[in-house]
């Protein structure tokens, strides 16, 4: 019986080799990743447009130069055909997959209960609560929706991976979100520009924010994401647009550097 | 005569000191699921014109052991999908039983198994994306090979966190980093899978598996291929690499103890 | 405590045009979030034309830009000339637009387009591409630099409170100061 006591004991074994004095070993598992990528989103009077590079990436690794992050929401099928809202995400992709899926099936939902299709605002209340029901395990993602509100105008809502809300004129979220979004501030709200010679000092009147022209619009989503690709390593292979107007929904792919 | 069981067949105290219980962790939370054991390296792919191939070899390795070494890997679902394998042996062995399952009750019903692969890859990274948010993960990262719902060739990745992509080429663990590559240079993705002949996809795979074994140490040179196309799937479980050249590994030189 | 890097905040750029340069900075320090001075100009003179901006913590750009005045002077007093931006070895060099940066612990960086630094080079590197184009005059160049920086440090917490902007050419050096967000 002392022998089995002597378990108690916890007597250092003797071996050749030094044992690691750590307490349990373990191999931790992390339910995240970061699936790097960037997306952006600007409105103008009468159109959204969101976009989104189509890159996937693991660590240095590309995983797949063609897996898009902007979608539709609520279509009448597959291809999403039929849909007034969409949603981009970027960050961990499995769980942008399952936000896109759930807000989907609200979405679809909606419109068979009601017999008429879910407004902007409301599936961006919706999408705020869905994101904060998981408040302490997340949807690890930065999600932007867009669509038209009830005048017609452009809409545009951007989220943390929480739930906390805003609509705004632009948003860039993602891996290149630091590069883009300054470069947004000036040429979208025309921030730090002023009017020339309208005075001295504090006389001296910034230039207004307003509406741009959807034409103007494409060419900055276009330029902001050909800088984004020549500094960000995550960001790059193709830029998916999607632009919502009145007419629907028009999608298009441009080619982006794939080094 | 020992009567107390809990000691049988265990080294002596007296002679080798007590059991370090250190190793039995007895608090905290359940930790043998956040951990492989026993474990598949890479699983490489490829599209071609009329179908994809999909490979492994045949290895289970058990840390640096190699452990079993007539393990396949690839198992086959209906008549027209392929699932490739990597990551931990058990949890394919679990996935193994739940497409088996699928599979027959599907059989069972009016229409039979119209489940394609496209279908198969949503369930199975769903499958993934459900035990991972559970923090209890199947730890495997599989390719799911066949066709999609419009019969044009599929090829798509599943992984332990539920994260999906696909690709004209795909490899899993090592193979993205090796095997990876040698398909982009061998097939552009500018170039469309059409001009692909199976000949070349195969030959593709089999020189991708050729340089895992070369580099990966924890890789065979024993494999398993299966080409699936409209008319079937052809799998070849018990096949040796051919034409390996160690001739490079002359030239390696400063490792080790090695005195140059 | 965070990294040495961003603990006073602070950002720099320089770029190249035709026939000119320019370069300018920020004019915040502060520690960690608190802002302790809104007149830190990280840019230095030490030769007609040579201009050296520095970032990072605050002691350091104090240290550097001291340690290479010294230097600068020695080298002013031995040579009996100017030091310049790029070849030190070759008097009466043909006089061309040249910037560089730096690493802290040495890698040059010698870029044709632009140079940034600081805790908003993210911000700065995405204006920077987006704004910048070849062969701007000096007064296009001295819109370009400014809207790139104002913008870039206003999206960055540790960086911003005015800026200085110098435009080099070729017989003459303007200096701006550019009032900004105070916030």
């Known amino acids: ?259 | 005569m020992d009567h107390f069981p809990g000691t049988w067949g265990r080294p002596r105290n007296d002679v080798y000191g007590a059991y370090d219980p250190s190793y039995l962790q007895s608090t905290g939370p359940k930790t043998h699921t956040t951990s492989p054991a026993v474990t598949g390296t890479s699983v490489v792919g490829v599209k071609f014109n009329g179908g994809v191939v999909l490979a492994t070899d045949n290895l289970a390795s058990y840390g640096s052991l190699a452990r079993f070494t007539d393990t396949k890997r690839l198992r086959v679902f209906g008549n027209q999908a392929v699932v490739g394998f990597g990551g931990d042996v058990s949890d394919m062995q679990y996935m193994d039983r739940l497409l088996e399952s699928m599979d027959i009750r599907e059989n069972y019903s009016s229409h039979g198994n119209m489940l394609n692969a496209k279908n198969l890859h949503t369930y199975l990274s769903k499958v993934f994306y459900k035990r991972r948010s559970e923090f209890n993960p199947l730890w495997n990262h599989v390719l799911v090979a066949g066709f999609d719902g419009e019969g044009k060739p599929f090829l798509s990745s599943a992984d332990l966190l539920g994260t999906t992509f696909s690709a004209p080429h795909l490899a899993t663990g090592f193979g993205a980093h090796l095997a990876v590559p040698i398909l982009r240079r061998l097939f552009p993705e500018e170039k469309p899978i059409e001009e692909i002949s199976r000949e070349d996809a195969v030959d593709a795979l089999k020189q991708c598996l050729k340089v895992l074994f070369y580099r990966d140490a924890r890789s065979l040179d024993k494999y398993s291929i299966a080409v699936i196309t409209k008319d079937g799937i052809d799998l070849k479980e018990d096949e040796q690499l051919e034409g390996q050249s160690w001739a490079f590994a002359e030239r390696i030189k400063g490792y080790g103890a090695q005195a140059v | ?183």
């Open chain 1, 1 to 259: 019986m002392t022998s089995l006591m002597d378990h108690q004991a916890r007597e250092t074994v003797g071996y050749s080799f030094s044992e690691s004095t750590a307490g349990v070993k373990q191999h931790g598992f992390y339910p995240y990743t970061d699936n790097g990528g960037s997306t952006l989103g600007i409105t103008g009077s009468d159109f959204a447009i969101l976009a989104g590079d189509t890159r996937s990436t693991s660590g240095y690794n590309i995983n797949s130069r063609m897996v898009p992050k902007v979608f539709k929401i609520g279509g009448d099928d597959e291809t999403g055909e039929g849909a007034t809202i969409v949603l981009s995400v970027v960050g961990f992709a499995a769980d942008g997959n399952a936000l896109k899926e759930r807000l989907d099936t609200v979405v679809k939902m909606y419109k068979y209960q009601h017999g008429k299709p879910m407004s902007v605002s409301a599936c961006a209340q919706r999408l705020s609560t869905i994101l904060y029901q998981k408040r302490f395990f997340p949807y690890y993602v930065h999600a932007i929706l867009a669509g038209l509100d009830e005048e017609g105008k452009g809409a545009l809502y951007s989220y943390d991976p929480v739930g906390s809300y805003e609509r705004e004129q632009c948003r860039a979220a993602g891996a290149a979100a630091s590069l883009i979004m300054p470069f947004l501030d000036n040429q979208v709200n025309f921030k730090n520009q002023y009017i020339p010679g309208s005075g001295e000092g504090h006389a001296l009147a910034a230039k207004k924010p307003e509406p741009l022209p959807l034409e103007t619009v494409k060419g900055l989503v276009r330029d902001a994401f050909t800088s984004a690709v020549e500094r960000h390593i995550e960001v790059g292979d193709n830029l998916q647009m999607v632009i919502i107007t009145k007419d629907g929904i028009e999608e298009v792919y441009h080619p982006l550097k794939k080094d």
């Open chain 3, 1 to 183: 405590m965070g990294s040495p890097f961003d603990i006073n905040g602070g950002a720099c750029v320089a770029m190249v045009g035709k026939d000119c340069v320019a370069i300018a900075c920020d004019l915040r320090l502060g520690m960690q979030a608190l802002t302790i001075s809104n007149n830190f100009p990280k840019i230095f003179n030490y030769a007609p034309s040579t201009y050296l901006g520095l970032t990072g913590l605050a002691t350091d750009v104090n240290t550097v830009s001291d340690l290479f005045r010294y230097k600068v002077n020695m080298y002013r007093l031995r040579e009996e000339r100017h030091i310049s931006p790029s070849d030190p070895g070759q008097p009466g060099q043909l006089i061309v637009p040249f910037i560089c940066g730096f690493d802290s612990i040495g890698c040059i960086d010698f870029a044709k387009d632009f140079i940034v630094s600081g805790t908003a080079s993210d911000q700065l590197f995405g204006t920077c591409e987006g704004l910048w184009e070849p062969d701007l005059g000096p007064e296009d160049l001295f819109e370009t630099i400014s809207q790139a920086l104002l913008s870039a440090v206003d999206r960055d917490a540790l960086s911003g409170w005015g800026a200085q902007v110098y435009i080099i050419e070729k017989d003459k050096v303007t200096q701006r100061l550019l009032k900004g967000r105070q916030d």
